[in-house]
């Protein structure tokens, strides 16, 4: 199984009502809780009380009067006498591509505004900022009605993206999108990020990688990496997946 080591914090609770009136105390108690539901990744549950006791350093008493207060505002719920995190499921979502395309343009949008944005360059290993500055411009042209259709990721991309779960770079949208054609195999992506991610426990930000796993599946369905064969008839890794091999140790 896949490991992983973050989830997700929504900027939302710096003005939920029940996050601020919970005291510093318990406020820290439930980003715990977050991460050990996350972490669990059995749909919002929480370990054992017992367990979270001695994870959190403090007595099981102490705990169960904080879970109860956590309860007591909507944040924490026990069902069958077990701990979960309301609403985890719902907040821990895979994003659709809509969601991500819209996050995407907020975010050139707030470069934009806010003065400066860092693109890599083709070649080299130097990168070019770009700033803006103030001027007397009108930002509402006519001509720039349709940039936010026209700055949508074309379809393969966006199946890419919603398939890995990962929005990569410009420069390497470009390259995906190379590599990707005009058409994808979705079955073939989603089998190739399976073998890569949840079977080799690979990093999804491998994005060479898992189109190498692709290109092989699109091209035939049967293809699995543990039956490629090597000209001395033995199996030989990738370079892709020496690296990936090299970064999960």
């Not at 940039?147 to 890995?164: L, M, N, Q």
């Amino acid at each position: 199984m896949a490991s992983y080591y973050w989830l997700k914090l929504w900027y939302e609770i710096l003005d939920d009502s029940k996050m601020g009136m919970l005291s510093d105390r318990l406020y820290r108690r439930c980003i715990e809780c977050f991460a050990m539901a996350g972490e669990l990744r059995q749909n919002g549950q929480l370990p054992e009380v017992e367990q979270m006791a001695w994870r959190l350093r403090t007595s099981l008493e102490h705990l169960e009067t904080e879970l109860a207060a956590l309860a007591d505002v909507g944040i924490l719920s026990q069902v069958d006498g077990q701990w979960l995190v309301t609403n985890f499921v719902k907040r821990q979502a895979k994003a659709t591509t809509a969601e991500r395309v819209a996050r995407h343009r907020e975010r050139e949008k707030k470069r934009e505004y806010y003065g400066s944005e860092t693109l890599p360059k083709r070649s080299g290993n130097d990168s070019v900022t770009i700033r803006y500055t103030d001027k007397d411009e009108d930002t509402d042209k006519d001509e720039d009605t349709d940039k936010d259709e026209e700055g949508a990721p074309p379809a393969p991309i966006a199946i890419f993206c919603d398939t890995v779960g990962q929005w990569p770079s410009p420069t390497n949208m470009e390259i995906i999108a190379d590599r990707l054609g005009s058409e994808v195999d979705k079955a073939a992506l989603e089998k190739a990020f399976n073998i890569w991610v949840v079977d080799r426990q690979y990093a999804a930000t491998n994005y060479s990688g898992i189109l190498d796993y692709y290109e092989n599946i699109k091209a035939n369905s049967k293809w699995h990496p543990d039956t490629k064969p090597s000209p001395n008839g033995s199996q030989k890794e990738t370079a892709q997946e020496r690296i990936a091999r090299m970064e999960a140790r």
